[in-house]
């Protein structure tokens, strides 16, 4: 495997930490209220819904779709290879859930909205802690 691109990474903390080492495992997670099904990001300690506090890490499908994203060619930042591309990408689980992540492993001139794809997780080793960032591929199975 080659290096991964140089990437300012996440904090670790104890709230986020199964966002960011879910990858170790392949999950994409996030914490869900017990109570009405809501999933919350960023990590809080209440459900934004029903100010409930009793939520668990569950895993989602890993599936998505391109809501937006733009191709960047300037390197305005020490970042992953140019060009490469920056997107947002809408999660079926819940309305309005949302992560900005790259799109990876394709032609930046074949992304679209309404895309779909998929997780894949990038390792960083960094520190004592192992970080995954979740990026997106094509899905190819849809
Ligand atoms: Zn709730």
Redesign the pocket.
């Known amino acids: 495997m080659s290096e991964p691109p140089f990437r300012i990474l996440p904090r670790v903390t104890d709230r986020n930490r199964h966002f960011w080492t879910g990858g170790a495992s392949g999950r994409l997670q996030f914490l869900r ?1 017990q ?4 999933y919350v990001h960023p990590p809080a300690p209440r ?6 506090k ?1 939520l668990e890490v569950e895993a989602v499908s890993g599936q998505a779709t391109v809501l937006t994203y733009s191709v960047n060619f300037q390197p305005w930042m020490p970042g992953p290879e140019l060009p490469f591309v920056l997107a947002i990408v809408e999660l079926p689980e819940q309305e309005g859930l949302r992560l900005t992540t790259n799109i990876v492993n394709c032609d930046p001139e074949s992304v679209e909205i309404g895309m779909p794809v998929r997780v894949i997780f990038e390792r960083h080793d960094d520190g004592e802690e192992s970080v995954y960032i979740p990026l997106f591929e094509p899905n190819a199975e849809t």
């Open positions: 209220c109570d009405d099904g809501t459900c934004p819904k029903c100010r409930g009793h």
